[in-house]
């Protein structure tokens, strides 16, 4: 079973920065793509952004481009991160990582593992 892990999520003021680290254990070779996720209280889970198996290929969505940077350790297998600048209330949620069975995923791919998440919060 592959279990991605997250670390780094806390509180922080409108403006600051937060980096969300995951790595993903378990019985799996280095040829996926991975993910972020995010999901705020009341609201539907919701793609943050994704990276492919060896960082060429990358998506965000539309609220955190310019301000997100997802990026991977190509000499750790399975290990993500995300870069958070310029926070706002908005991006208040649980972000988890995700792992696919795809080299290549972009928003619309369906996630083969998720992690448990870690609990992110902006205040104003």
């Known amino acids: 079973q592959v279990q991605p892990v997250e670390s780094g999520g806390g509180s922080v003021q409108t403006g600051g920065s937060l980096r969300l680290s995951c790595a993903a254990s378990?019985?799996?070779?280095?040829?996926?793509?991975m993910g972020w996720y995010r999901q705020a209280s009341g609201k539907e889970r919701e793609f943050v952004a994704s990276i492919s198996w060896k960082g060429g290929a990358i998506w965000y969505a539309d609220s955190v481009k310019g301000r997100f940077t997802i990026s991977r350790d190509n000499n750790a297998e399975n290990t993500v991160y995300l870069e958070m600048n310029s926070l706002k209330p908005e991006d208040t949620a649980v972000y988890y990582c995700?792992?696919?069975?795809?080299?290549?995923?972009?928003?619309?791919?369906?996630?083969?593992?998720w992690g448990q998440g870690t609990q992110v919060i902006v205040s104003s």
């Open positions: 378990g019985r799996t070779d280095s040829n996926h793509a």
């Open positions: 995700v792992l696919y069975s795809y080299l290549i995923a972009s928003s619309t791919t369906t996630p083969q593992y």
